[in-house]
């Protein structure tokens, strides 16, 4: 996995906030020290403001750097993130602590990938699509999202990919149905040497268990609720075969055969 520097607290500067689809907004950010070390599927614990709702960070992933800019896509779910959606250029109370956590690995050999991105589940696979395009790493995007509008940075990966498969739950774009489904006939079809998965855990898990039968290594990036963001708190964790890790410092970026998707099965060490 990538490791980054020592992440840093940076002061952070509103450049824009765009509404892309309903509930879904675009935020840059710019931030040079955290832009010019952050690597594909690390993420940053953003501080959105002052006052009782804010007291905690919110983790965000980095969907893309560029130049002393950082972009960050994220779904209006709750207080945190509804505050976000109203900041602009005027807002000063941002700051950032980042890179943090371990990102996507890319193995030495790798020639050809498939990227699964589900709902929101793009917001980390951005820089990772281009650094893999930069590399010469032909890819394949299976995009999955309830309607054709929330399938967000859709044109960021078909400037980049060999080929992109868009499914939908409402058929306004591509495949109706499951982007799970698509991703079975993928694997069935063509050779890989690695899958990313981002999105709903239920998804993850359901292409995790296709790459291991197609004999593809998979990874996931999880989410979970994170109060420090430094690996202190423990309200993070993620059972694995090697035993309880904390999403924020050893992941969010796993590889799929390492997580114990159903932690229950797994008796407690005394």
């Given amino acids: 996995m990538t490791v980054s520097p020592q992440p840093v607290l940076e002061t952070v500067r509103v450049l824009a906030n765009e509404r892309i689809a309903t509930g879904v907004g675009l935020l840059t950010l710019q931030a040079p020290r955290i832009a010019r070390s952050v690597e594909p599927g690390q993420f940053v614990h953003l501080r959105i403001g002052v006052g009782r709702t804010e007291i905690l960070r919110r983790p965000f992933s980095v ?80 995009m999955g999202a309830p309607t054709a509008e929330r399938l967000v940075a859709r044109e960021l990966f078909e400037s980049v990919a060999r080929k992109v498969v868009l499914t939908t739950d409402d058929g306004t774009a591509g495949t109706r149905g499951l982007v799970t489904v698509a991703t079975e006939r993928l694997l069935a079809e063509e050779r890989f040497d690695m899958v990313y998965a981002c999105g709903p855990e239920g998804m993850q898990r359901a292409v995790a268990s296709q790459a291991a039968v197609a004999g593809v290594r998979c990874q996931v990036s999880l989410e979970r609720l994170m109060a420090c963001g430094i690996g202190a708190c423990l309200s993070c964790v993620v059972t694995t075969t090697n035993g309880r890790k904390r999403a924020c410092v050893d992941g969010p970026v796993f590889y799929a055969e390492e997580v114990v998707w159903y932690a229950s099965e797994v008796p407690p060490k005394h």
């Avoid at 890319?106 to 650094?131: C, D, I, K, N, W």
């Fill in 63 to 142: 969907h893309r750097a560029v130049g002393d800019r950082i972009e960050i896509l994220y779904q209006v779910v709750g207080a945190g993130t509804a505050r976000l959606a109203r900041v602009g250029p005027a807002d000063e109370d941002l700051d950032a602590i980042g890179p943090v956590g371990h990102g996507w690995d890319v193995p030495a050999g790798t020639s050809h990938a498939l990227l699964v991105t589900g709902g929101l589940g793009a917001a980390p696979m951005g820089m990772l699509a281009e650094r893999l395009a930069a590399q010469g790493v032909a890819c394949v995007v299976a």
